[in-house]
């Protein structure tokens, strides 16, 4: 996992990986946040990283209505 400092754009090309049942954390998400109808969704945004650079990256996260995105993770750099 790439360590980050913030999201520095929007994200763009937001697709679901997976809703409800096809996760695998579902049972600690829900008993961690609440919340029912959560999706793993990816997307692409520039990144500032630890060093300071900024970068394209790929990022994953999970989200539920009313909750919002959690756990927002950097999979790859995409430039």
């Known amino acids: 996992m790439i ?5 520095v ?20 998400l829900r008993r961690t946040y ?3 109808r959560w999706r793993k969704v990816k997307g692409t945004a520039d990144v500032e990283l630890i ?6 990256a790929e990022s994953h996260w999970y989200e539920a209505h009313s909750i919002g995105k ?6 790859r750099l995409v430039d």
Not at 3 to 7: G, L, N, T, V
């Open 9 to 28: 754009s929007a994200i763009v090309v937001i697709e679901n990986i997976a809703v409800a049942g096809g996760i695998r954390d579902l049972a600690r």
């Open 70 to 75: 959690q756990e927002i993770k950097i999979k």
């Open 51 to 56: 060093t300071g650079e900024i970068r394209r």
């Open 34 to 36: 609440g919340g029912h």
């Open 3 to 7: 360590q980050f400092r913030r999201i």
